[in-house]
Each structure stands twice: as C-alpha cells, then as structure tokens.
C-alpha cells in the first residue's frame, strides 16, 4: 500500500538480484595497474586482502548478480526502505516540481552502508576468513560492517580517521557494542600510521591513511581480509539494491525522475540509487535524464581532480586506479561529513563523468547545514552531512523550478541520519561551524 507521501513495498518485493552497470559502460573501463610494472593487475592477486566470491564479482561483465538469501534474510530487517515524496518542502519552497528520496536512513546502523557490509561479510564467512579489517570516516561504514559481522560471526577492526573518532563518539561506541575494535587513524599499530602518527599524535588523518592501516594489517594477519565500503566496482553493485527498489516504487505512483541527485564520496550510495536509472539513459531510452553527484568543495574530486591513475591509500599499498583524483597524500580539511573526505571516487563513476554522462557540484559546509536544518524543520528527519549536500542541490534545482516554472520530478538518496552528528548542527546553530 503507499498514499502519496510514503510509497512501501513488501519483503517478497526485495530485488533478487543485483544490477552490474558494467555491461552498459560506454567504453571499458581501464584496469588497475601494478605499479611496479605498470601492467593491469591480475584479479588473483586481489586475493591478498579479498575473498574470492568479491574478487569474481569486482570483475564481473554479468548484468545480474544473484543475492545469496542468506544476505536477503538479514537485508528483510530493513529492506525494503521507503520512498518519501517530500510535500512539505515543495510547500516550503513554492516549487511546482516533484521531490522524492529513498530513506536509507531505516537500516539499523542508520545509512545505506550495510547493503553491502552485509554481503561482504557473508562472503567472507563461507571463505573461511575470521576477521576483517576496514577503515571509516564518519563512521557509517564502520558501524555497518560491525553490524554485519556479527551475524556471520566474524572479528571486526576498524581504522577510524581520527577527526571523526574525536567528532562522533557515539558512532565509536555503536561499533564497540557491535563487537568491533576501533583504532583512531593515524595510529602507532602500522608502518602506514606510524609515521603521521609520530609527526603528530593528533594528526586528523584522512580515509586514504586509515585504508592503508587496514589493508597492511590485513595482509600481515593469518585468517584476515579487508573490507571497503566504497569506491569498487562490487561495493557500488550491492548498493544497488537501492536504486532498484527506487524505480519499482516510482512505478508505483506513475512516476519517473527526471532528475537523481546523490551525495558522493567513494561514489556508493549515489551509484547504488542512480545506476539502475543510469541503466536506461546508457540504453537510449531515457536520453535526458540528468544525474548529479554532490561534493564538498573542501574535497572537490569530481570537479577539480585530475583523471588520471591514482593510489587508492594514502601509503600506495593499492593497485593504481584510473579515476578523479585531489592525490593520493591530499589530506582534506576537518569538515563534518566525514565520509566525503576520500582523494578519490569510484572508478565506474568517474568513467559515467569524464564520458558526459553525469554532471557534479561542490558546496561549502555551512550552505549544506543550511540545507539539512530546513529538510529537518519541514520533513523531519535529521539528516547526516554527507546526506545534506544531495539535498542542498535539490533545494536549488526546485528553486529554479520555480523561478522557471518548470515541473520537474526529482529524486535523491536520504543515505543516513544525522542523530550521531548533532554536535555539528550545534556548532551550526550557534554560528561556530567554519566554511572550511
């Protein structure tokens, strides 16, 4: 059932499957490279920090890719989310055009990130790894793979980038009652961390040092795999869950956006709402649609990267990757959507850039707290910072509306709440949040 604010579907309504954009790419996309030899990497040697199931899927040209249902039972605790139809913002606003978002914030770690924390642990599991090791920003992500992991009885240890760790305390204690160990990055447990570590035990760290801790930690460990929340080709696949659930509910109301707009990072939760859509402009079938990714201009990798290849970490511990990128040592300011603080952006999204298929935009800190305060006054919900810059571009896309009169329908990705980062619309409230 679904009235015109909340379109719900059922359990039996999961998606069976996964969509791999792959296929629909309008040109290959390059390979990881060794850096040493400057030849495309072999996928057996992501065998290293990856288990084999991960390692097929992140090179996969299928379309569609099973869900195993031990990951759709744990998905039903949650899924499917709700589309919202956000009516009392277009009131607000006086806009004619139609606002919707996916609220990925109803997972119980509060984002998007456990769509694909709880594949990647299952995947783990049958491999018979104990332990993962990942990184996170604000925390989300590390959060979602405690989560994930404990289901599937597997030791959890993430590297959380320390401004973050000192920000969000409440995300570390949500981690530790998961079972996870959390470890501010840069930390004196690896070669990696040492050395930023040594130069400043306060040194706010970035997600590309706290990769390289998880990674060395995970290839010195006996019975121990890495696990990362975005960027590659299998975590934006399992995200899109998401967006396939996006399109049935918008066909449930008669509906089809004609524009998507999502927060982007790594690139995950924007690839997992937009690439089912994406599906159909690729194909010719919906020439128009336009897809916006939504960046800090504290962290501009979509529109001041240069595309070329790139580390992935910080210590160039990773293949060399061809995206959009600030460089691998670009240490970001301290700003409060900890999980936009990455060099780079997944390989697929910025191929889908670079070719003209989707558009970017860069807004400050306090313009998207701007943002996030009236969606939290008119629609309720609180949401995370990196939620808030989608929806800051959303809030002038439907001023141009209305400044134009065109009736466009909008759809964006709510990926989280925002009730672990109430310390930053504190500072927001009393005029103390920086426009770094």
């Excluded at 039903?76 to 009131?91: C, D, F, G, I, V």
């Excluded at 456990?114 to 104990?130: C, D, E, H, L, M």
């Excluded at 930390?187 to 040492?194: A, K």
């Excluded at 995200?239 to 956006?257: F, H």
């Amino acid at each position: 059932m679904f009235s015109t604010m909340r379109v719900v579907l059922s359990t039996q309504d999961i998606p069976k499957k996964w969509f791999n954009i792959v296929p629909y790419l309008p040109k290959p996309l390059e390979p990881p490279l060794d850096p040493r030899t400057m030849e495309p990497v072999d996928p057996s040697a992501l065998l290293a920090i990856f288990p084999e199931p991960i390692v097929e899927q992140e090179v996969s040209q299928q379309e569609w890719i099973d869900i195993p249902q031990e990951v759709l039972d744990v998905y039903s605790l949650w899924r499917p989310t709700p589309l919202h139809r956000a009516k009392r913002l277009e009131e607000y606003l006086g806009t004619p055009a139609k606002i919707y978002y996916k609220n990925e914030s109803v997972s119980p770690p509060g984002s998007h990130k456990p769509n694909t924390a709880v594949a990647q642990a299952y995947y783990n599991k049958i491999s018979g790894v104990k332990r993962l090791t990942t990184e996170t920003g604000a925390g989300q992500w590390g959060s979602s793979l405690a989560f994930a992991c404990q289901f599937f009885g597997l030791e959890c240890e993430v590297f959380m980038v320390r401004v973050s760790y000192n920000q969000k305390p409440f995300r570390r204690i949500l981690m530790e009652t998961w079972g996870a160990k959390v470890v501010p990055s840069p930390s004196n447990l690896t070669q990696s961390g040492r050395k930023f570590y040594e130069e400043d035990p306060e040194h706010p760290g970035s997600l590309g040092i706290a990769i390289s801790e998880a990674i060395e930690r995970a290839v010195s460990s006996p019975d121990t795999k890495y696990s990362l929340g975005s960027v590659l080709n299998h975590v934006l696949l399992h995200q899109t869950i998401i967006g396939l659930e996006a399109k049935k509910q918008m066909e449930m109301v008669g509906d089809y956006p004609d524009v998507i707009v999502g927060a982007v990072g790594g690139g995950s939760n924007f690839a997992g709402l937009s690439f089912p859509f994406l599906r159909d402009k690729l194909a010719g079938e919906k020439p128009n649609l336009e897809v916006i990714a939504v960046e800090p201009s504290a962290c501009p990798t979509l529109t001041k990267g240069e595309y070329r290849y790139d580390y992935g970490d910080t210590a160039g511990l990773t293949p060399l990757i061809k995206m959009h990128t600030l460089g691998h040592d670009f240490v970001p300011p301290p700003i409060h959507a900890g999980g936009l603080r990455y060099h780079g952006d997944a390989p697929l999204v910025c191929l889908l850039y670079n070719e003209g298929f989707i558009s970017a935009s860069a807004y400050k800190q306090r313009d998207v707290f701007e943002a996030a305060v009236l969606f939290a006054r008119t629609e309720g919900i609180v949401p995370a910072p990196e939620s808030a810059h989608a929806i800051r571009k959303v809030i002038d896309i439907a001023l141009e509306c209305k400044r134009t009169g065109e009736k466009k329908t909008i759809l964006f990705n709510l990926s989280g709440h925002g009730y672990f980062d109430l310390s930053a619309y504190n500072k927001f409230l009393k005029g103390e949040l920086p426009d770094t």
